[in-house]
């Protein structure tokens, strides 16, 4: 079976840091992807994580441990742009994603 | 560089109809693959296809098909449609089919079947 957890709603405060955590069990594992969904719009490319590690790009960075099935979004400097859902997606081979619901992040001022 | 696009943005069918919906993919992109986003929900893998064959399946039934053309666009027919297949309805492009190949989406078309 596929399964992909992530928290449904967070809130967060601009310029503050937010974690968003994501624990999968999937068949077949061949990199981890987060996108971001503002409401109405294409989900756009994060990042992406196939080592375990940290990767970093700019005021994101994501977190992959394939042992424990768990990775995490960090967030940091929160704008107020940055309120939109965030999808975790795993790559279960050959790009054929299986996504989370989804975590909806509410930033206020 | 054109992303990928999606045509129509907004359609209302009625329950047992059929509809047709299309896709460009970003250039250079041979890989096109259909998902489907139900409110609230992440989306949905219906299928991919690459160099114009179906490579690889989600859990939707038959009346879900689909084309690749020879210049990497593609069609998502569905078929009897049901009141539960309202849904934004995604389709991606990728480079390649290699794991660190991104998906690049476009805005998808809203489905809306009454």
């Known amino acids: 079976g596929q399964n992909i957890d992530q928290p449904t709603e967070m809130t967060a405060t601009e310029g503050a840091i937010v974690q968003i955590n994501c624990t999968y069990q999937?068949?077949?594992?061949?990199?981890l992807f987060w996108y971001q969904q503002h409401a109405g719009e294409a989900p756009t490319f994060l990042s992406y994580n196939v080592l375990d590690g940290l990767e970093e790009k700019g005021r994101f960075s994501s977190f992959l441990s394939r042992s424990k099935g768990y990775s995490y979004l960090l967030l940091k400097e929160l704008q107020m742009k940055d309120s939109a859902s965030y999808l975790c997606a795993v790559n279960t081979g050959f790009q054929k994603l299986v996504f989370g619901t989804g975590t909806r992040l509410l930033v206020s001022p | 560089e054109t992303g990928v696009t999606q045509s129509p943005t907004h359609l209302i069918k009625t329950r047992g109809q059929q509809v047709t919906l299309r896709c460009s993919s970003q250039?250079?992109?041979?890989?096109v693959s259909w998902y489907q986003q139900a409110l609230g929900q992440g989306p949905q893998f219906i299928f991919q296809?690459?160099?114009?064959?179906?490579?690889g399946r989600g859990n939707f039934p038959p009346r879900f098909s689909g084309l690749q053309f020879p210049n990497y666009s593609s069609e998502l027919n569905v078929n009897a449609l049901e009141l539960d297949d309202s849904a934004l309805y995604l389709c991606?492009?990728?480079?390649?089919?290699?794991?660190?190949?991104?998906?690049?989406f476009g805005n998808g078309t809203r489905l809306t079947v009454t």
């Open positions: 250039s250079g992109h041979n890989t």
């Open positions: 991606a492009s990728s480079l390649s089919r290699t794991g660190n190949s991104p998906l690049h």
């Open positions: 296809y690459y160099r114009e064959e179906e490579n």
């Open positions: 999937t068949s077949g594992f061949n990199g």
